[in-house]
Each structure stands twice: as C-alpha cells, then as structure tokens.
C-alpha cells in the first residue's frame, strides 16, 4: 500500500528557534512594511485562494498560473507547493505509484453562487430555462447538479447544451464577462466571487441591471449535507520537500494559516498589505482582484470570498471522503498516505 508518514516537528518550537523574518519596505508607500517573502516556490491561480498569499505580491517564488497549467507539475519538482481543485489534486496524486505531493489544508471552501437579472427566485426554473456555467463535470458542477436534484427537488436533469450551457474557456471570468454584456441572454448565471461582485457593480453602473442571488451554493451545501465547507482549493505540498525541509514547511503553513485568519477577520490588514504591491491595476494583474474589493466582500466577517479557517474543518481526510459520500452516494476512498 501507498504510505508516507511525515513527523513533523511541534510548530510553536520549530518556530521560535527559526527566528524573526526579515521584512521589507514597500516601494508604493513607504510606510508600509511588508512580510517577509516565503522560500517556498509556489504555483497558484489567481482568484479566491490567492487570497491566502495576500502578503507575497512581491515575491519571485510565487508563480500563478491557469488549472491546465497547474495540472502537469504534480509530476514535476519544479515547484514546492501547488494550490488546486482539491478533488483534481487528490485524484492525481492517488493515480502515482508513491504521492508526489500531499494535501496539506484548504483554502477556500465555496464562492459559488447562482444568479438572475430576470427572475427574483428559483421559483421560475423550469426544464426550459437557460443557465450558463463554466467547467463541465468540475466539482463545482457536480456539487451544482447534486443539490439542483436532491436538495432543490428539480424535476429534471441539466442537460448540457440543453437547459445549460458551459462557456468555452472553462473559467468563471468567461461568464462574467457575458453576464456583463448581455445579462437578459440566459434565464440563470452561475458564478463564483469575485468575479459576481465585479459584475454587479459593473452591470448597476453601466445599465442599472440589479443581480438577484438565487443561490449561495457553500450555506446550501451546509443545509444538504452539515459540512461547514465545500472542498474547493486546496493547497499541496510536495513530499520530498516536506520531508528535507521541516522549518520551511512549518513556517509556510504557519503562514497560510494566519494569512486565511486574516482574510476572514482582518480584512483591513490585508487591504494596507495588499496596497503596499502597487495600484488596484497592479494588484488585479497579481492577484486576481484588488484591496478595495478584499474590503467590500471580506468586512464585517462576510466572507464571501469563501476561505476556509482551520475550525471549519476537523480532519482533512475525513472532510473529504465525507464530502464525496455526499456528492456521488459512494463512500470516499482517499487513503491517509495522500494527506499531510
């Protein structure tokens, strides 16, 4: 059987003995002085989980890229950490003769939502009703599907290219994008933050077109199933650097960890940080969304940004494998060798 086991030493102590960080100053405002930049060579996407790196914008170890590109690099070296689809991920790794990487935490939990401009409610859906989604058979479309069946009590099946229809470019930018320009086009849009949020204040001030939110999928998942979270992305550590390095890893996800606290319960600190790596512009290109927007949807413990903190989840194994009893009725096999 596949098995790795990973002693990893007490993080408090490891920590002390490592310690402080060296910190720099920011180039856009002086005043501001920003974390140290992590040795951890890290591939991400841009978009709600890069919000857990909030305070690396400046560093040249972190890299973002698209999911098709993120993929090929669990059977490379070419990078110490990768933030993914969680079930993407777990597949991958569970596919090699010995795990390449291992799940290490989550870091966002479901920002899916299903909106209308021309309908206030569910109540208008029928099997005739057009609704324009992104990735067929990811597991935001299945977890979509699962409760528009089970939980919703639809008396249909989404058929794809029947009553919905899945954008070419695979991502949630592409529906927005056509959401903005014509948001009478489809009956339903589903669509994940920020870019709702982007939309909205785009769709109010250009065409004064107000978004009903129909569906907040995470609080609907939660109803369904009484998991706090939706295992979205996920963030892998690569096995071999875990094992020859214990203080870097500790001290990453050390740093993951406070970074996620802070996004959910201190979005004004990450807003100052955030401005210290550039204009809005600037930080759109980095990130994926800018400080401004960190504040609007992260305030006031609204977390619509979706990031999961370390009590939403108990034991990474078992979230998953619950989850996945849930969304297919079979129980979930992920074995303990392909968690941190």
Known sequence: ????????????????????????????????????ESVVR??????????????????????TGTAAEIKPQFATANYDALVIDSITGLNVIDAQEEPNYVLASFLTGGN???????????????????ILSFNYNSLPDQVFRRLAKEAW??????????NIFYVTENNVSAVASQLIADPEAYDYYFIAEPALTNAETKLKSEK???????YDLRAEWEEYSGQSAIPQAALFMRSEFVEKDQN???????????????????????????????????QATRFGFNSNLVQKLQSDGQNRFGMVLEEDIA?????????????????????????L
């Open 1 to 36: 059987m596949k098995h790795k086991a990973f002693l990893l030493l007490p993080l408090a102590g490891l920590l002390a003995a490592c310690g402080p960080a060296a910190t720099s100053t920011s180039d856009s405002d002086p005043d501001v002085t920003l974390p140290a």
């Open 42 to 63: 890290l591939l991400t996407p841009t978009g709600a989980p890069a919000l857990a790196f909030y305070d690396q914008g400046g560093s040249e170890n972190w890299t």
């Open 112 to 130: 899916f939502h299903l909106v209308s401009a021309k309908h206030e409610d569910a109540s208008a859906i029928t099997a005739d009703s057009k």
């Open 153 to 162: 009590g639809w008396d249909f099946d989404l058929v794809q290219g029947g």
């Open 208 to 214: 004064d077109v107000t978004l009903n939110r129909i």
């Open 248 to 282: 870097a890893t500790l001290n990453f996800l050390s740093m993951v960890e406070t970074n996620l606290d802070d996004a959910v319960n201190n979005p004004s600190k990450v807003k100052t940080i955030m401005d210290g790596y550039g204009d809005a512009n600037a």
């Open 315 to 339: 034991d990474n194994r078992t979230f998953v494998n619950d989850f996945y009893s849930y969304l297919t009725g079979t129980a979930g096999t992920y074995g303990e060798e392909l968690f």
